[in-house]
């Protein structure tokens, strides 16, 4: 896998039944890393995608699990479907995420990341005190694959995340840091945010968005191309320069038209390309 340089401009992408077809998509764009989504119904052949990844000369910063059953509709769909909080699928989704983090071993991946859903903010709730463990769990079985572990941010305020952080206490624990999600999920200003996650970002998503309208409760706000919602990506950039990181930026856009979605990503890519100069 090529050395990458700092801020490199990569993209978020999921796992085809082709690896090399995947990845050759996300070179043609002219990228050299990403980060890798994997379906919850994929079926993990790291051989495949060892191979696929040193012919192609291609650099997978982080594998993100999914989970059958996800579904981001809404807000409380994203609360009663999302990551580790609803707990009928909680053990289920424990044995696929180690699968994920010996899958990202073996194709040499020192990252693993995910949603692990709304956290409470209550510590003696149930879910609180199941997820945190879990939490451990994962943390000290990905520490034993040389892997960080991180939680996407966004869906909670980040206040509680930084709590949650304490109190799990865990060296490899760390955050993707996805400026987009505060807005959408009305959870805070996402540059003030980053400040105070600092220490604990190991990678980024550069997505946009608006905040969800004032008139319906639970709505989520909308995603936008990057640049045209309210995150002000020349200061979340400008902000990422300030806490001196230097991983790569990883564009998201997570929209049905693939034809829009493309040129979205184009249009990201150069302007990402301006502002990291
Ligand atoms: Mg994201």
Known sequence: MPVLRDMEIGLMFWAGPDPVATIQNVKALGLRCGQLGIPGDYILDAAAWKAALDAEGFTIVTVFAGY??????????????????????????????????????????????????????????????????????????????????????????????????????????????????????????PIEALGLLAKHVVTVHCKDGNWPPKDQPGALGTEMALGQGSVGIDKFIAKLKEIGYRGPLTIEREIEDQKQKLEDIKMAIGLLERLRA
Do not use: C
């Not at 994203?78 to 073996?106: C, H, L, M, N």
């Not at 945190?132 to 966004?154: H, I, K, P, T």
């Open 68 to 189: 059958n059953g996800e579904s981001y509709a809404d807000i409380p769909t994203v609360q009663r479907t999302v990551g580790w909080i609803p707990a009928p699928t909680r053990a289920e989704r424990e044995k696929r995420t180690y699968e994920i983090s010996d899958f990202a071993a073996a194709i040499g991946v020192a990252s693993i990341a995910l949603h692990v859903g709304f956290v409470p903010e209550d510590k003696s709730d149930a879910d609180y005190i199941a997820v945190r463990d879990m939490v451990r769990r994962v943390a000290d079985y990905a520490a034993n694959n040389g892997q960080s572990f991180a939680l996407e941010s966004g869906q909670e305020p980040a206040p509680v995340l930084l709590n949650f952080f304490e109190d799990v206490s865990r060296p490899n624990l760390r955050i993707n840091f996805d400026p987009a999600n505060l807005i959408l999920y009305g959870s805070g200003e």
